[in-house]
């Protein structure tokens, strides 16, 4: 309900202050509202830039949106170098957890006010997990 993928059957949904209740998905991305669905939904026949540039299309059509996607390329890559090895190489044949890297990249390359992370460690290894995202954002370990 919350990206708009599904309608929900009564009340309303609010985000920022505004009612996004029926909102269509791409208009709920444009607000700041990004989702990144459990089962990572990634496009294994592309690469990993192509992968991670496609979070990035709604920004990429406004003024400056080009540059600003270079940029928070760079810091998507920071997060998770091991994408930055790997920008060419198709999403299909890397492990489950570079597929998540891949899934939440994607995510935070639309510079989300709001990311939401549905089974954001699946997949992955847990030293890997608490290495990256709890010291990143901060989270204690045994919190997730």
């Given at each position: 309900?919350?990206?708009?993928?599904?309608?929900?059957?009564?009340?309303?949904v609010?985000?920022?202050?505004?009612?996004?209740?029926?909102?269509?998905?791409?208009?709920?991305v444009?607000?700041g509202l990004?989702h990144v669905?459990?089962?990572?939904?990634?496009f294994a026949?592309?690469s990993?830039?192509e992968?991670?540039?496609l979070?990035a299309?709604?920004?990429?059509?406004?003024?400056g949106?080009r540059?600003e996607r270079?940029r928070?390329l760079?810091?998507?890559?920071?997060?998770?170098p091991r994408?930055?090895?790997?920008?060419g190489?198709?999403?299909?044949s890397?492990?489950?957890?570079?597929q998540q890297?891949v899934?939440?990249?994607?995510?935070?390359?639309g510079r989300p006010r709001l990311?939401?992370?549905?089974?954001?460690?699946l997949?992955?290894?847990?030293?890997w997990?608490?290495?990256?995202c709890?010291?990143?954002?901060a989270?204690?370990?045994g919190?997730?």
């Amino acid at each position: 309900m919350l990206s708009g993928l599904i309608r929900p059957s009564a009340g309303r949904v609010r985000f920022g202050g505004v009612d996004i209740t029926g909102s269509a998905p791409a208009a709920i991305v444009a607000a700041g509202l990004i989702h990144v669905p459990e089962g990572r939904r990634i496009f294994a026949n592309l690469s990993v830039r192509e992968n991670l540039l496609l979070g990035a299309f709604v920004r990429t059509t406004k003024k400056g949106g080009r540059a600003e996607r270079g940029r928070t390329l760079a810091e998507v890559l920071e997060i998770f170098p091991r994408l930055g090895e790997r920008l060419g190489q198709s999403v299909g044949s890397m492990s489950g957890g570079e597929q998540q890297m891949v899934a939440i990249g994607r995510g935070l390359m639309g510079r989300p006010r709001l990311l939401i992370l549905d089974e954001p460690s699946l997949g992955c290894r847990r030293c890997w997990w608490s290495r990256t995202c709890c010291s990143r954002w901060a989270l204690p370990a045994g919190r997730m």
